[in-house]
Structures are given as structure tokens and as C-alpha cells.
């Protein structure tokens, strides 16, 4: 059921992004600020090397505990934190560098401060971006990604998702919420990594356990060689036709 997925994928024992990156990746350097309004603690971004390739990273941050998620927003980014990402993939961009994003969040920060400051034009600015990179671009779901908030980060040729995963516009509460009604919502939203993959949406589902990094390792390494093979209009293309062939499913 997927009240026991959100128990395990909310659990302080889940998988975080920080540990994820320090497995995958080596010489990561952290990229802070975003030159107006400060630093987002709940987004990790710099450059790093995988597999001897540079990369750009994204790696959301919600923390085990109390403090931590105190500190980390609960992994819900603000608007300082997707212009901190907007500065990352720009530099991907220049330099040809794969953007990689690990994602564990409940949505984008609501609060009037991000709203005041820009965070909907943020978000937009960044979808925009990750759509038109000529790099490529791969989203790894380790927990939650919720709203648009998520989908800025998951604007990408590839997606990974652990296989306990969420990916959907909006929280399991607040679609139960909307919806109103009593009924399995999976009827309505097919959010888990084995529904969305058979829509064709996720490209590789991870199984977890007590080899989930090298299993993260293996799909990552997998999906960048492939990606690797094709030029900067064929990863353009690719990505488009991507969301646009799932958009026709879900009308049929």
C-alpha cells in the first residue's frame, strides 16, 4: 500500500542525498550563494567527478532528524536555492558538463518570503533551462518529489527512481485532499516508480536494500554512457519527446 512507501521513504533511516553523493561522486566542490539573496541549506550544488567525468550535482538535502530537517526546510527549496541551481546548470551549460539531481523533497518552500521574491519565476526559469541544456541531464529520485518544485529538477533525458520512490504533482495528502474521496488515489495518480515507469516516464528503477549505492552506481553509470552517445540537438530532442510521448499517454 502506499501508506507503507510513505512510512519507509519518510523514515530517518532513509537514504539521503548527502550519502549519495559522497558515494557517487569524488573532488566535490560546493558552489554557495546565489548572488542576490543568500544560501539555500536545503540544496547542495557544486562540481564534482564521476567516474573521472566532470559533472554538475543538485542534491536536495531534507535531513534524519529534527534539527536537521529544521535546518534543511524539511528539503523544500526556496527560491535562493533554485537560483543557486539556475547559476549551476548555466555553468553546465558553457562547459558541457552532465547535470545530475538527487531528489528528496515534499515540494518547493511556500513561504511568503520565496513567493515575494520570485520563487514561481525561479521554478520556471529553471524548467526552462534544464529543458533547452545541450549536456545531459539525469534525475534521481531517493524519496519523495512532489510539485513543480520537483519537476524543475526532473526536467530531464533521464530519470532513475529508487524503487520506493514518489514522483507526482503534489503530495498523497494533498491529492486525497483534492480529490475528496475515498478511493485508492493510485486510481488517479500513478506516483510510484513501477507505475511511472510503465508509462514511460522513469527510465530505471533501483532496487533498495543493502546495496542500493551500488546499485544507484550502476544505473547512473548506465544511463550517462548512453547519454554520452548523443550530440547536443539529438539530447535536446530526445528530452522533449520524452514528456511528449507520456503527455499522449495520459490522454488516451
Same mark, same amino acid.
Given at each position: ?172 495528502? =494533498? /491529492? #486525497? ?8 488515489? &493510485? +486510481? ?8 511511472? %515507469? ?20 550502476? =544505473? /547512473? #553509470? ?8 548523443? &550530440? +547536443? ?8 519527446? %520524452? ?10
Amino acid at each position: 500500500m502506499l501508506s507503507d512507501q510513505l512510512k519507509q521513504i519518510r523514515s530517518q533511516n532513509r537514504i539521503s542525498s548527502r550519502t549519495v553523493l559522497n558515494y557517487l561522486f569524488h573532488d566535490f566542490v560546493a558552489i554557495h550563494g546565489d548572488r542576490v539573496l543568500g544560501d539555500d541549506a536545503a540544496l547542495t550544488g557544486g562540481v564534482a567527478l564521476f567516474n573521472d567525468q566532470p559533472v554538475t550535482v543538485l542534491a536536495v538535502n531534507r535531513g534524519h532528524n529534527a534539527v536537521q530537517r529544521q535546518h534543511f526546510n524539511g528539503g523544500m527549496v526556496s527560491v535562493s536555492g533554485y537560483c543557486k541551481a539556475l547559476r549551476l546548470i548555466k555553468a553546465a551549460q558553457r562547459f558541457n558538463r552532465p547535470v545530475i539531481s538527487l531528489i528528496d523533497m515534499p515540494g518547493a518552500d511556500a513561504s511568503a518570503y520565496s513567493e515575494h521574491h520570485g520563487q514561481s519565476q525561479a521554478i520556471a526559469e529553471m524548467l526552462a533551462e534544464m529543458g533547452e541544456l545541450s549536456s545531459p541531464n539525469m534525475a534521481i529520485f531517493l524519496g519523495e518529489g512532489h510539485s513543480g518544485g520537483a519537476l524543475a529538477f526532473a526536467n530531464t533525458n533521464r530519470i532513475i527512481m529508487l524503487e520506493n520512490a514518489l514522483f507526482s504533482v503534489a503530495s498523497p495528502e =494533498a /491529492v #486525497a485532499a483534492i480529490v475528496n474521496t475515498d478511493t485508492d488515489i &493510485n +486510481e488517479y495518480l500513478p506516483m510510484t516508480a513501477t507505475a511511472l %515507469k510503465r508509462i514511460g516516464l522513469v527510465d530505471d528503477v533501483v532496487r533498495e536494500g543493502p546495496k542500493v549505492l551500488e546499485n544507484i552506481e550502476r =544505473a /547512473v #553509470a548506465k544511463q550517462l554512457s548512453a547519454l554520452n552517445q548523443l &550530440n +547536443e540537438q539529438e539530447l535536446i530532442n530526445q528530452r522533449q519527446k %520524452k514528456y511528449l510521448k507520456v503527455l499522449e499517454a495520459g490522454r488516451e
